[in-house]
Structure formats: C-alpha cells, structure tokens
C-alpha cells in the first residue's frame, strides 16, 4: 500500500525556502520512524534537481557504491557510477565537478544515523566535506536520520564535529487533529480522538487503520493480532534505538502500572538510582516519556508514558503478551474493553493540554507555561499561567458527557481547589475551565464567564 501523504504544510515551505535561498544550504531533518520523514522529502524533491540516497548498515565500501549509483541514475551523470573512489570525501570532490551551477542540487541522505553506526568517523569526514567542498557550492545537503538520540548527539549536539554547520533544522512530529481527520474521513471527532489515544497520530499506523471498523475492531483486528504490524511495532522501535532494549522496555512496562515518581520506578525495578535517571533522560529526549512537575515547582514530578502507541501498547499489549501469542485476544479484548474509557481519560489530559499550546482553544490571556498542578491529595488537570500578568486558568478534563447542572458541580469544586494553589495568591486574576466530550448548556456557562469547550469545538 502506498501511504497517503497529507499535510505537511510547514515543513514543506520550510524546504521550498531553503531551496530557493541564495546561498549553499545544509539541512538536518530528523524525528521518531514512521513519522513520514521520507515521504516529506520525497514530496519536496519532485520537480527539482536532486537525488535521495538511503543509507544501510552494511558497510562504507557498499553504501559509497550504492551512491555512486544512485547519484548516477537520478541526476543523470552515468559516468558517475565507475569513478574509482573508496572515501566520502574523494566522492564529493568527483561530484561537484559534474553539477550545474546555474540550479541549485539537492543531494539527500536519507538514514544518515546507519552510517554513523557503521563508522564513527562519519561526523568528521562530512565536516570536511561541507567546509572543504560544499559550503560555497550551489547545493542543498540534506542528512535525515530516524535514531533520534544518535541524531542530537552526533550531528546536533555541540560536541558534534557537525555543530554550527548547518543552516536549518527541522525535527518532524506526529500529526495534528485536522490532518488525522482526513486520514480517518469516515470517523467521528471522538472516534478520531480515540484513534489517537491508540496509535498517536504517526501517518505509517493512520495507514492501517479501517474508518469502516469500530475503534474497537481494529484494536482487536491490527494491535492484539500476533503478527501483525502493530503488534509487532514497538518490540521493533526498542530494538532499533536501544542496545539494552530490554530495561527501556520494563521501565516503560513499570510506568503503564502507575509507578510513574523516581522512587517508586526503583522499587519496582530493582535498579540503581544513577542508572534508572540516565534511562529515563534517554526516554524523555526521544519524547516517549516526559517529566511532569507541578507548575513553578523544580523538585519531585511525575514520569508519564508520552507517546499514545506506547502507552496503549504497553498496558494492553505488553502485559498480555502470554495471552496474545497464542491467540487468546478476545479475552485481552474484554480487558480493553472495560478500561478504555478511563485510558482515554488520561490521554484526553494530555491532548486537552497540546490544544492549549497549539492555540487551537480560545482563553483570555496569552500564557507562559502550561501543566498540572497537584500537592498532597489535592490535584487539578491543568493551569494555565502568565507570569507577567498574573492571569490563572484552572482547567478540568473529563471524557464524558455532562450536564449543566454536572458541569456547575465541577466547576465550583475547581474553584475550592483553586485555592490551594499559592501562585500569586491575592494577586492574581483567575478563570475557570471546563474541557469534555459533550457539555449541555455551554452557552450559559460562557455567560458565567467560564472558558469552557467540547469536541464539537475542535
């Protein structure tokens, strides 16, 4: 199946930019497998003079042939093919000889993290490249690489040979609402929603997904079928990021059980205090996991499953496993079944909050920092704050339906909640929020002055 691309928008102009600049341009492009990367730069070549290269494991000699070739075919130089070159940078050398100066030449290398891993000289070798043969050359380099931690370090990273070269970056993310929608046409906003809170919103995984089938079917049909893409997918993903992928994977299982404060993370897994803090820092920089602190706090905080795939997949999936391979999915599906509504719960926290950020939701003030709060026994969703103008947005999510009257209870119980919180108590101007599946009576709770929304608002 050929996967759909949609969207894109941003990072597209971002490249068309770049090509059009005046000057030589050495582009890093990086994000998480299956985010569409590939495609991206794919859609962004077509009519242009350029050639993708995607690099392999296998080793320099190979890979170097395989450009040679590649670099031959789609920029139409067959003389390329057998130039007798054993090095990067003799390669480059040959090449700029052959290009047209009056177009700029995109030369991509999609992978790049695979030649880093084959040789660690690569940053270096490319350093030289770029300074020695590139920089002052019509050109746009492009490097894409899928190893997130190993594309921040070797190639981002300020101890990176390749640090201040490049002249644009762009990190590519999961999909937003809207684009999901189009992938899921025949889906409802909270079908879609719950798509989401499943798989994210990575277009790879939207491409198995059937809008002709409940939620649920293809939960049962593409996650707990042994064999299948997603089932298999995660094992994968560790795997490929992580050489101890079998610790990342208990840690990730411990916090899908709850144990989400340091303390409890090293009781339930038996592991060095050092140690468990460099794993979880690992996971926090490729954003499975993030740390949540309350806001304005610096100590304490909680760890959270980030991705929405991880998540679903491990406190289904994972804790399941013995079930699953061999075939016993209905009873897993049961489990499902009975939980989903309050995993959705959670996750509906945590994308109620990148509306927020998005801007996608109107409220009275623009913010400067976004989190839950919570102290002792006391917890609210989300507060939304601008430090400078002392405004406060205090904010419950429900995945549920209310009522007026259910709404106003929740409201009045968030503002007896409110005032535990000290951030600029007796200066500050408060306002109350309320984000659901369905809420009755919106309007009149506007009127009341609350910031209040549902999925008909989104």
């Given at each position: 199946?050929?996967?759909?691309?949609?969207?894109?928008?941003?990072?597209?102009d971002?490249?068309?930019?770049?090509?059009?600049?005046?000057?030589?341009?050495?582009?890093?492009?990086y994000?998480?497998?299956r985010?569409?990367?590939?495609?991206?730069?794919?859609?962004?070549?077509?009519?242009?003079?350029?050639a993708?290269f995607?690099?392999?494991?296998d080793?320099?000699?190979?890979?170097?042939?395989?450009?040679?070739?590649?670099?031959?075919e789609?920029?139409?130089?067959s003389?390329?093919?057998r130039?007798?070159?054993?090095?990067?940078?003799?390669?480059?050398?040959?090449?700029?000889?052959?290009?047209?100066?009056?177009?700029?030449?995109?030369?991509v290398?999609?992978?790049?993290?695979?030649?880093?891993?084959?040789?660690?000289?690569?940053?270096?070798?490319?350093?030289?490249?770029w300074?020695?043969?590139?920089?002052?050359?019509?050109?746009?380099?492009i490097?894409c690489g899928?190893?997130?931690?190993?594309?921040?370090?070797e190639?981002?990273?300020?101890?990176?040979?390749?640090?201040?070269?490049?002249?644009?970056?762009?990190e590519?993310?999961?999909?937003?609402?809207?684009?999901v929608?189009?992938?899921l046409?025949?889906?409802?906003?909270?079908?879609?929603?719950?798509?989401?809170?499943?798989?994210?919103?990575?277009?790879?995984?939207?491409?198995?997904w059937?809008?002709?089938?409940?939620?649920?079917?293809?939960?049962?049909?593409?996650?707990?079928?042994?064999g299948?893409?997603?089932?298999?997918?995660?094992?994968?993903?560790?795997?490929?990021?992580?050489?101890?992928?079998w610790?990342y994977?208990?840690?990730?299982?411990k916090?899908?059980?709850?144990?989400?404060?340091?303390?409890?993370?090293?009781?339930?897994?038996?592991?060095?205090?050092?140690?468990?803090?460099?794993?979880?820092?690992?996971?926090?920089?490729?954003?499975?996991?993030?740390?949540?602190?309350?806001?304005?706090?610096?100590?304490?905080g909680?760890?959270?499953?980030?991705?929405?795939?991880?998540d679903?997949?491990?406190?289904?999936?994972?804790?399941?496993?013995?079930?699953?391979?061999?075939?016993?999915?209905?009873?897993v599906?049961?489990?499902?079944?009975?939980?989903?509504?309050?995993?959705?719960?959670?996750?509906f926290?945590?994308?109620?909050?990148?509306?927020?950020?998005?801007?996608?939701?109107?409220?009275p003030?623009?913010?400067?920092?976004?989190?839950?709060w919570?102290h002792?026994?006391?917890?609210i969703?989300?507060?939304?704050?601008?430090?400078?103008?002392?405004?406060?947005?205090?904010?419950?999510?429900?995945?549920?339906?209310?009522?007026?009257k259910?709404?106003?209870?929740?409201?009045?119980?968030?503002?007896l909640?409110a005032?535990?919180?000290?951030w600029?108590k007796g200066?500050?101007?408060?306002?109350?929020?309320?984000?659901?599946?369905?809420?009755?009576?919106?309007?009149?709770?506007?009127?009341?002055?609350?910031?209040?929304?549902?999925?008909?608002?989104?």
């Amino acid at each position: 199946m050929i996967q759909k691309f949609i969207d894109r928008e941003n990072e597209l102009d971002f490249l068309e930019n770049c090509y059009k600049s005046s000057r030589s341009e050495f582009i890093i492009i990086y994000g998480r497998r299956r985010v569409g990367k590939t495609e991206l730069i794919q859609k962004s070549l077509e009519n242009k003079n350029g050639a993708y290269f995607l690099a392999s494991k296998d080793t320099t000699y190979e890979n170097i042939n395989e450009f040679k070739q590649t670099i031959a075919e789609q920029l139409d130089i067959s003389i390329f093919s057998r130039i007798e070159s054993n090095s990067w940078t003799e390669l480059f050398e040959n090449l700029v000889e052959f290009l047209n100066e009056t177009v700029k030449t995109i030369i991509v290398i999609d992978e790049f993290s695979y030649l880093i891993e084959v040789d660690r000289a690569v940053p270096s070798l490319f350093q030289k490249i770029w300074d020695q043969i590139l920089k002052d050359r019509n050109i746009m380099l492009i490097l894409c690489g899928s190893s997130v931690s190993l594309m921040e370090t070797e190639v981002l990273g300020v101890r990176s040979p390749l640090f201040g070269r490049r002249t644009g970056q762009w990190e590519v993310t999961q999909l937003r609402l809207d684009p999901v929608r189009k992938f899921l046409p025949g889906y409802s906003t909270d079908d879609v929603l719950k798509t989401i809170f499943t798989i994210g919103s990575i277009p790879a995984y939207l491409d198995k997904w059937d809008d002709t089938l409940t939620v649920f079917q293809n939960i049962e049909e593409n996650i707990l079928s042994k064999g299948k893409y997603l089932y298999e997918e995660v094992d994968f993903l560790l795997k490929h990021e992580f050489r101890e992928q079998w610790i990342y994977a208990l840690i990730l299982k411990k916090l899908s059980l709850g144990y989400n404060s340091l303390g409890k993370l090293y009781s339930a897994t038996n592991m060095d205090k050092a140690n468990l803090s460099k794993y979880l820092n690992t996971l926090e920089n490729l954003h499975i996991i993030r740390h949540i602190l309350p806001i304005h706090k610096r100590k304490g905080g909680i760890y959270v499953i980030n991705d929405d795939y991880f998540d679903f997949w491990f406190r289904f999936v994972y804790s399941n496993r013995g079930m699953l391979e061999v075939g016993n999915k209905k009873e897993v599906m049961t489990k499902v079944q009975k939980e989903f509504n309050s995993y959705c719960g959670r996750r509906f926290e945590y994308f109620v909050e990148k509306l927020l950020r998005w801007n996608c939701v109107d409220i009275p003030f623009s913010y400067t920092g976004i989190n839950k709060w919570w102290h002792k026994d006391v917890e609210i969703d989300l507060l939304v704050v601008n430090d400078e103008s002392r405004d406060v947005l205090f904010m419950e999510c429900k995945w549920r339906t209310l009522s007026l009257k259910q709404s106003l209870a929740i409201l009045e119980k968030l503002k007896l909640k409110a005032g535990f919180v000290n951030w600029n108590k007796g200066k500050r101007t408060e306002f109350f929020g309320l984000a659901a599946k369905k809420i009755t009576g919106k309007k009149e709770l506007k009127e009341k002055g609350f910031v209040v929304f549902d999925l008909d608002d989104i």
